[in-house]
């Protein structure tokens, strides 16, 4: 197990570093910073003042490393467009998008699991078809909508949940109903395949031998051969979440990350892009580093290999 | 409540029927049998003569959808036909066990072997951990497994064929099962595995008593551990007695031509061409009357289109073949129930 830790760790920075450096060059590929910086009727001189006050006239390997070894000791630089250190925005708004992510997350596996397994062990039956209908209608409502019509009925109508805001925990119900229920078909069907198949396996034919009862069948021999694929995309998708929940953040106005990004990317702030960029990578490098070893925890197969 | 003279198991037209696309699959006809506490029955045939569907309805381990009659299937006493699931699995792994023939996939990939063996047990009895320990502990030594206190906490993938077989064998005793069926539990094994494995199931069943169901292709490894044999073909038995009469006088011109395919089996001439039956196994799909060898028989004649009653062909020895039927003219029909 430790040799396996340390080889899926040493791939994860090798990935890590691969990343930031791709991160950092967006500033570039999107043609002169400082020009983009100056903004509209800047004279030469003006921009040469700003090429020069943000370093943009050094090597790019020099100002590369300056960025890292900065970002490593946590300074990001300063934003340009809040005109505070971007460290200090990260650690505002990341909590909030964190909450959310782990709450959504939370939920679409409450939901998925549940329902994949159900829909595996009474194959055909109108409940596997509500679930697929019920997973269908997930991947095909616009967020926007589904968050909207949430708000008009618990928030508006019934009076339970706060509209919008991130106040309190209760603020984070709706979005992250939203946000996982988004997330949940994928998991669900999922879930359903690989019961399936586990079902269908000589060791569930063995157990039944032994006598033992359908819930230790399913949850204890069953399940924890069917998680495994789940346990992946659940990493990925929480990934997806952390970053792909702007349009959810927005309607909630909770000024979480995905929000931050937004408001950054409108506005060239590049040093902020960057930050949320390389935080993104490194967040989805560790899920995805936390999944393998989940899975090697799961899967004894996977720790020899 | 058991009767005393009442056999361990019972079997009496036993059918099993598979509802498919294309009709129905007669995969288990009218077959019957009996078995005593410490006796062997071989059950041999070839892949889809329906002695491993034989084996799971006697376990109670068919899908829903398949069809079971029987006119009589009675275990120590008990109806399982009538018996509700819930009471069938509590049967299962204590009163008897199987053992399958993939000691590759038959065991769960990630759990322990000891977790495996000893679930069972903390199923079936009020046990703790610790008890149940000890018992998986003991079986594993007395399966052969040389330091079972390591082999408890390691998985399957880390443990060869043979040794996965020998745990397969020591999870089905677990509760000491008064019945234990063998689904062709060598054929994924070497040769040399095999003998041993065959070895160290007689003698478990000698020293426990428990009745035997030993399904197998292999007529050798038939002739070893059996005190009767059933031949089955495409579903239904064809010829059924004592291992000695079965193997020392097959009657019914399927059991003779599996002999012939046998080098030593004393049917065919030292060096003369093994033998062969011609033919494929029939479909069992939809109309299965009559005797299902005659498109592959020698023998076949106008009569082999209707039912054929099984003939005795000696005391306890019994085949379903119209020739037999007329060569022993008046005989009386076999009850297969009767004993040898």
């Known amino acids: 197990m430790a040799a396996f830790v340390t080889k899926r760790l040493a791939l994860a920075l090798l990935v890590a570093i691969f990343v930031s450096s791709i991160s950092f060059s967006l500033m570039f590929l999107t043609g002169d910073p400082a020009i983009a910086i100056a903004g509209e009727g800047a004279t030469e001189a003006d921009i040469e003042v700003i090429r020069r006050t943000f370093g943009f006239d050094r090597s790019f390997a020099v100002q590369y490393w300056d960025w890292i070894s900065g970002a490593a000791s946590g300074d990001f630089g300063q934003s340009f467009y809040f005109n505070q250190p971007v460290v200090e925005l990260l650690a505002e708004r990341m909590p909030v998008t964190a909450t959310l992510a782990v709450f959504s997350i ?44 949430l708000i008009v009925l618990f928030a508006v109508n019934l009076r339970w949940l706060p509209v919008s805001g991130a106040d309190t925990l209760a603020h984070f119900i709706l979005p992250s109903i939203v946000l996982g229920y988004y997330a949940s078909p994928s998991m669900m069907r999922l879930t359903r395949g690989g019961m399936i198949e586990a079902l269908r396996s000589d060791y569930i034919r063995t157990a039944r031998a032994k006598g033992m ?27 997806f979440i952390l970053g792909g929940s702007v349009v959810v953040e927005s309607v909630f106005s909770l000024r979480g990350i995905g929000y931050l990004a937004w408001e950054s990317i409108g506005r060239n702030d590049f040093p902020t892009i960057q930050a949320i960029i390389l935080v993104y990578a490194m967040i989805y490098v560790c899920l995805t580093f936390l999944a393998d070893v989940l899975n090697a925890w799961i899967d004894p197969r996977i720790r020899v290999a | 409540m058991t009767n005393r003279t009442e056999p361990l198991l019972t079997v009496e037209d036993l059918s099993v029927s598979i509802p498919v696309p294309a009709g129905i699959l007669s995969a288990v006809r009218s077959v019957s049998f009996t078995l005593d506490r410490g006796e062997t029955l071989g059950i041999v045939g070839e892949s889809g003569c329906g002695k491993s569907m034989m084996s799971m309805a006697i ?89 079972a206190e390591r082999r408890l906490g390691q998985y399957p993938h880390q443990l060869s064929g043979g040794l996965r077989q020998r745990v397969m064998i020591a999870m089905a005793l677990m509760c000491d099962p008064d019945l ?102 029939p479909s069992l799909i939809g109309d299965v009357s009559g005797c299902m060898f005659r498109p592959r028989c020698p023998l076949a004649r106008d009569a082999c289109l209707e039912a054929v009653p099984a003939a005795a062909v000696a005391d306890g020895h019994r085949a379903r073949c119209v020739a037999l039927a007329d060569a022993a003219a008046a005989a009386p029909l076999v009850q297969e129930a009767s004993a040898p």
């Open chain 1, 106 to 149: 939370g939920f679409a596996l409450l939901l998925a699991l549940p329902l994949g397994i159900l829909a595996a062990v009474k194959r055909n039956s109108l409940a596997d078809r509500l679930s697929l209908a019920l997973a269908t209608v997930g991947q095909a409502t616009p967020s926007f909508w589904l968050a909207l019509m």
């Open chain 1, 213 to 239: 009862l359908p819930r230790t069948i399913i949850l204890k021999h069953a399940l924890r051969n069917a998680v495994l694929p789940v346990v992946s995309v659940a990493a990925v998708e929480f990934g």
């Open chain 2, 59 to 147: 376990m109670g381990l068919l899908p829903r959808h398949v069809t079971v009659r029987a006119e009589t299937l009675r275990f120590e006493g008990m109806d399982l036909l009538g018996l509700p699931e819930r009471r069938l699995a509590d049967l299962r792994g204590d009163r008897m066990a199987m053992i399958f023939q993939e000691p590759m996939t038959a065991l769960n990939p990630l759990l322990t072997i000891g977790e495996q063996l000893m679930e069972t047990f903390r199923r079936h009895r009020a046990a703790g951990r610790r008890e149940a320990r000890e018992k998986a502990l003991h079986l594993l030594d007395r399966v052969g497994i040389a330091s």
């Open chain 2, 180 to 281: 234990i069926i063998a689904d062709e539990p060598t054929t994924a094994l070497d040769v040399t595995i095999q003998a041993q494995i065959l070895a160290l199931l007689a003698e478990l069943q000698r020293e426990s008593g428990a009745a035997m169901i030993f399904v197998s292709h292999d007529l050798g490894v038939i002739s070893r551990v059996a005190d009767k044999v059933s031949v089955m073909y495409a579903g239904s038995e064809v010829e059924g007695g004592s291992t000695a009469q079965v193997f020392g006088t097959p009657a019914h011109p399927y059991t003779q031509g599996l002999f012939r395919c046998l080098p030593n089996s004393g049917l065919v001439a030292r060096g003369a061409p093994l033998g062969s039956i011609p033919g494929v196994v």
